[in-house]
């Protein structure tokens, strides 16, 4: 068990040594959104899996929580890393985190299918290489 560890430390010193990126991290802040999106999981939920869908990701787990009374959060883990949201509808708006360490992954194409989902033109985001 120790090699194993000793061994995946030692890939990443030697990822970052290198300057290479591993992944990209895009976060998201989502504004201006219709609360019937950000109130209830179950609706969520369902728009959850058209844009994780869209964006060829590998659903591996998932787990949600349901606020009361109202908002919800949900994170799915992926077989490329994983896709969390919590939602504040009292506010019109939810965040959202995706690491993906597919090198097809395009965040600028999931901008865009996040703020086609939520029916907003209204985002603040960053894309992190990692």
Known sequence: MHSILFLMSSMAAHVMSQGASVGTHLV????DVDP?????LYRGQLLLEQIV????????AE????FKPSGYTYAYVLSESHFTIHTYPEYKSCYIDIFCCSPSFDAVYAIQRIKSAFRTENVSYQIIQR
């Open 28 to 31: 998201l802040n989502v504004y």
């Open 36 to 40: 019937t999106f950000l109130t209830f």
């Open 53 to 60: 869908n869209e964006l060829h990701l590998t659903i591996v």
């Open 63 to 66: 787990t949600g929580h349901q």
